[in-house]
């Protein structure tokens, strides 16, 4: 089993729409998570971070569920802009680096 | 600089040949990483420094890849007798202490190397 998965989509959306993601991550004792996004042929970039409690930024709210292991990405009235790859980021305890998820495409489409 | 700087941006090396990778982090951050990423794959976590020293390096797939930072600085990732399997963008990334201090990670450009 990975230690972060995510669905790899496509998720095709009409601009406007409502999308979420969801990841899931194997550790139980993570202790840091991120949304970055990637657009094509670029370099990961921070979008989120993710805190207990949850947190929104504009159009974007990020939740944790650490009794279920999981991180959501809610992004409201979708962009075309918008379309990329949303990559979950664990921080693991005894690793000093992050994992990353495999990434969720996101598509919206005027 | 402001950001992470690789070099090079480019690189396509014969199979069998070395190549050397470069990366300049951001002034100030003490924890750099090396990933890797295949063509529509997730990144793969290679290697983390702290300072000079690389706590972490789990991640190196073989005995053909090394790595070093020296001064706190610049860090150079060694590929040795490259395969058609390095094929990838290799990113670096650094922040201003480690991952689990809940700090952001600032990623470099990449370079990307084709081994023909």
């Known amino acids: 089993r990975k230690e972060v998965e995510q669905d790899p989509g496509p998720f095709n959306v009409p601009e406007g729409a409502t999308v979420a993601f969801n990841c899931t991550y194997s550790n139980s004792a993570s202790q840091s998570f991120f949304w970055y996004r990637q657009d094509c042929r670029k370099e990961p970039k921070l979008l989120m971070s993710v805190y207990s409690s949850g947190n929104e930024d504009g159009r974007f709210t990020a939740q944790l569920n650490r009794a279920s292991q999981y991180i959501s990405l809610l992004i409201r009235d979708s962009k075309l802009s918008d379309s990329a790859t949303y990559l979950c980021?664990?921080?693991?305890?005894?690793?000093?680096?992050?994992?990353f998820g495999s990434g969720t495409r996101l598509q919206v489409q005027p | 600089g402001a950001g992470v700087s690789q070099s090079p941006s480019n690189k396509v090396t014969e199979k069998g040949k070395d190549v050397e990778l470069r990366c300049d982090p951001i002034?100030?951050?003490?924890?750099l990483y090396w990933y890797r990423q295949s063509l529509g794959q997730g990144l793969e976590f290679l290697i983390y420094?702290?300072?000079?020293?690389?706590?972490?390096k789990s991640g190196l797939p073989s005995d053909r890849f090394s790595a070093e930072r020296t001064g706190g600085s610049v860090s150079t990732l060694t590929i040795q007798r490259t395969q058609q399997e390095d094929s990838a963008v290799y990113l670096c990334a650094s922040s201003p202490q480690g991952a689990l201090a809940g700090n952001t990670i600032y990623f470099g450009e990449g370079s990307w190397l084709t081994v023909v």
């Open positions: 420094f702290q300072g000079n020293s690389a706590p972490d």
């Open positions: 980021v664990v921080g693991n305890t005894g690793r000093r680096a992050l994992t």
């Open positions: 002034s100030g951050h003490t924890a």
